[in-house]
Every structure is written in structure tokens, then in C-alpha cells.
């Protein structure tokens, strides 16, 4: 099991969008972000300029406020999800949030997003997330009705290393392999990634 | 039912995310740190935007004590500020402002979940409270050294809660 005290998450190549219609939350955001090393951090105050951002630039991960465009955050992000024909629909998207109503955490969780995360956020709170992220890639689902990262959890790691389900007894992490990626592979696997780059 | 099918994607950043230890990543205490410092750099500035909600949040709130017409406008306007207060106070190491602004939000998204009226009086005492953790004495107290006044907020919040829930909710828990 990975130890998320002790891990390193390599930020510093990805291009971050913050969508947040107040700019002071997403100042705390861009600054944490800025202190985790990352160089490349765009903010949108509305779901326009986020699309245009993402037509501009190479973004790797959203930061999405629900209370964007009078609430419709949640809705912009199901858009983008269910929208076959769209290239950043598989992108890793975070809801950021301070209304934790189970019925809101509810509504992101199904609206396809990877990650909730509540404000206020401390830097180990976040940290912490883009680490479970980086670490637990999860299959994206298709169905009528919903697109994104498979929303069962899987328990990975039990005291006596025994699971109930025949899957969770094959939840271990093997340990590093090799030496780490360089930077130029990270840039040319991501370059790889970007639908519609040539 | 259609069967989930995976997906088998074009994204593969969430997995380059995961591409650990490469030579320029800063570890998980240093890169803590290094966050910590910048938000110490941005807190003159957040702390200006916080005073300038909380008075915002002041001011409707005591249109709204006064029972105005728009009184749900008042508490609209009271919510809007006092969530802009939540989401900034407490990365600034305003934790009491914090986490009345938190309390005030829960006690009026409530309300509106549970359609009932707001509960007025909870929203006055309130008021108070924000007055109170605003005043110089206060504005950098931490929870910890106000367990009553944290205890008192909370139960406050617990009994908007407990007006909120459909009374058959009540009797079944008996």
C-alpha cells in the first residue's frame, strides 16, 4: 500500500485550470499549488473561459467550483463528461468545494468527477488528494447515464491481508521499478495524450 | 441494463500524474512547506477581502434582524458572504471566523434542503458571534481556546438541524 506521508508527486510539469468564479479562493488554490512546485496554473472565472483555456492550452487536471455560473459547475463538468466528441472528457477533474451536504458530495461524485475536495483546504489536504489521485487511477465508465472514473472504492490493504472480495486481495502496489520518468518522457507521453494534438 | 464498459481512453494524465519520483519532484513535507509559505505571502491581501465580506455579511445580516421586506434577499446575501468567508478565513489562520462562517452556511443550506422558513433567531445569534470573533481580542483565537463558545455554535446548529428534519424523522429515533 502506497504511504501517502512519505510520497512524492512530481506537479511540476502539469498545467493545472482552476475554474472558480470568486478570485480570492482561487488565489489559495494557485498559491498552494504554486508552493507544490507547479509552474503552469490557469484560472477561469466561467465555464466559457475554461473551454476556451482548454482549446488554448494544455491543461492536465481541472479544479472545478460547483458554485460556478450560479451553480452549474457540477452541470459544466457532467457536459463535458457525457459529450462523446469531446477531447478533454477523460481529463482528471477535482471538485472543490466548501458545501458538504452529503446530497452535494453526492451530486459531484455522479456528475463524473475524480476527486471531492472540501474548502477550506490546507496544503496537506490537498496534497494529500492529488496524491490519491496520482496513485489510484480508477477506469472510466461508460453507461447511459454516466460517464467517468469508476465510482466504487476498493479497500486495498487489510491488517491480516486477507479482503473479502477476490479483488481486494489483489490490491497491492509493487514496489518502484527503475528509475523515475524524466521530464521530456512525461512531456512526450502527455503530448501522446492530448486528443486532437498532432 | 446496459453492462459498464471500461474505457479505454485517450487520457492518461491522472497515470503521468503518477509519475513519481522524478528528479525535480519536491517531496510531500518540503512541497507542504514551500504551499505554507506562499499562503503566508497571500494573507495580507486575503485578510483585506475577509474584513471587507465580513462587513458585507454585517450589514445584511442586520437587515435582516430587522425583519425587512426581502428578508430571504438579506439571507441570500448573508449566505453568499458568509460562504466567501468560509472558503478563505481558515487557510489565513482566522479559525473562529472560519468556522462560524461554516456554521452559518450549514444552518441556512438547511433551511433551504428542508424548505422550511430560515430560523431567524439562529441567524441573529449569529450576527453576534461574527461581531464577536471580528473584535481584535478574538480574530486569531483558535477553536481549542474557546471550547464554549464552539460547543454553544455547534448545538446551535444541531437544533436548526433537528427543526429541519421531518418530524416522523424525530419519532422514529425515539
Known amino acids: 500500500m502506497v504511504n501517502i506521508r512519505n510520497s512524492t508527486v512530481n506537479i511540476g510539469g502539469l498545467s493545472f485550470l482552476l475554474v472558480d468564479p470568486n478570485p480570492h479562493s482561487s488565489t489559495i488554490i494557485h498559491g498552494i499549488l504554486r508552493g507544490f512546485g507547479a509552474h503552469r496554473i490557469i484560472e477561469a472565472r466561467t465555464a466559457m473561459d475554461a473551454i476556451q483555456a482548454l482549446n488554448d492550452q494544455k491543461i492536465d487536471m481541472m479544479m472545478v467550483e460547483p458554485s460556478l455560473e450560479n451553480g452549474k459547475g457540477l452541470a459544466f463538468i457532467r457536459s463535458m463528461r457525457q459529450d462523446a466528441n469531446n477531447p478533454f472528457r477523460t481529463i482528471p477533474i477535482l471538485v472543490v468545494t466548501g458545501d458538504t451536504r452529503p446530497s452535494v458530495i453526492k451530486a459531484?461524485?455522479?456528475?463524473?468527477?475524480?476527486?471531492?475536495?472540501a474548502k477550506?483546504?490546507?496544503?496537506?489536504?490537498?496534497?494529500?488528494?492529488?496524491?490519491?489521485v496520482a496513485f489510484n487511477p480508477r477506469?472510466?465508465?461508460?453507461?447511459?447515464?454516466?460517464?467517468?472514473?469508476?465510482r466504487r472504492f476498493k479497500i486495498e490493504g487489510f491488517p491480516d491481508g486477507k479482503g473479502r472480495r477476490a479483488g481486494d486481495n489483489a490490491a497491492t502496489i509493487a514496489a518502484?521499478?527503475?528509475?523515475?520518468?524524466?521530464?521530456?518522457?512525461?512531456?512526450?507521453?502527455?503530448?501522446?495524450?492530448?486528443?486532437?494534438?498532432s | 441494463m446496459a453492462n459498464?464498459?471500461?474505457?479505454?481512453?485517450?487520457?492518461?494524465?491522472?497515470?503521468?500524474?503518477?509519475?513519481?519520483?522524478?528528479?525535480?519532484?519536491?517531496?510531500?513535507?518540503?512541497?507542504?512547506?514551500?504551499?505554507?509559505r506562499e499562503l503566508a505571502r497571500l494573507k495580507p491581501r486575503l485578510e483585506s477581502y475577509v474584513k471587507a465580506e465580513s462587513q458585507r455579511l454585517a450589514a445584511a445580516l442586520l437587515a435582516a434582524q430587522?425583519?425587512?421586506?426581502?428578508?430571504?434577499?438579506?439571507?441570500?446575501?448573508?449566505?453568499?458572504?458568509?460562504?466567501?468567508?468560509?472558503?478563505?478565513?481558515?487557510?489565513?489562520?482566522?479559525?473562529?471566523?472560519?468556522?462560524?462562517?461554516?456554521?452559518l452556511?450549514?444552518?441556512?443550506?438547511?433551511?433551504?434542503?428542508?424548505?422550511?422558513?430560515?430560523?431567524?433567531?439562529?441567524?441573529?445569534?449569529?450576527?453576534?458571534a461574527f461581531a464577536l470573533a471580528l473584535s481584535s481580542a478574538y480574530l486569531n483565537k483558535t477553536l481549542e481556546e474557546l471550547p464554549e463558545l464552539f460547543g454553544g455554535l455547534l448545538k446551535i446548529a444541531e437544533a436548526a438541524a433537528r427543526r429541519a428534519a421531518p418530524p416522523d424523522a424525530e419519532t422514529e429515533d425515539k
Open chain 2, 105 to 128: 452556511c450549514t444552518v441556512i443550506e438547511t433551511a433551504e434542503t428542508a424548505r422550511i422558513e430560515y430560523p431567524a433567531d439562529i441567524i441573529d445569534c449569529h450576527r453576534e
Open chain 2, 4 to 36: 459498464p464498459r471500461p474505457h479505454t481512453g485517450n487520457s492518461k494524465s491522472t497515470t503521468i500524474l503518477a509519475a513519481r519520483p522524478a528528479r525535480r519532484a519536491v517531496r510531500r513535507d518540503a512541497a507542504i512547506k514551500r504551499a505554507e
Open chain 2, 66 to 103: 430587522a425583519r425587512d421586506i426581502g428578508y430571504a434577499g438579506h439571507v441570500g446575501r448573508a449566505y453568499d458572504a458568509s460562504r466567501n468567508i468560509r472558503d478563505v478565513a481558515d487557510s489565513i489562520g482566522y479559525e473562529l471566523l472560519g468556522f462560524i462562517a461554516t456554521n
Open chain 1, 108 to 117: 459531484a461524485r455522479d456528475c463524473g468527477a475524480n476527486m471531492v475536495i
Open chain 1, 139 to 150: 477506469t472510466f465508465i461508460e453507461t447511459k447515464t454516466y460517464f467517468g472514473p469508476d
Open chain 1, 176 to 197: 518502484d521499478e527503475g528509475p523515475a520518468m524524466s521530464q521530456s518522457e512525461i512531456d512526450n507521453l502527455l503530448q501522446v495524450a492530448r486528443v486532437g494534438g
Open chain 1, 120 to 132: 477550506p483546504m490546507s496544503p496537506a489536504s490537498l496534497y494529500e488528494r492529488l496524491t490519491w
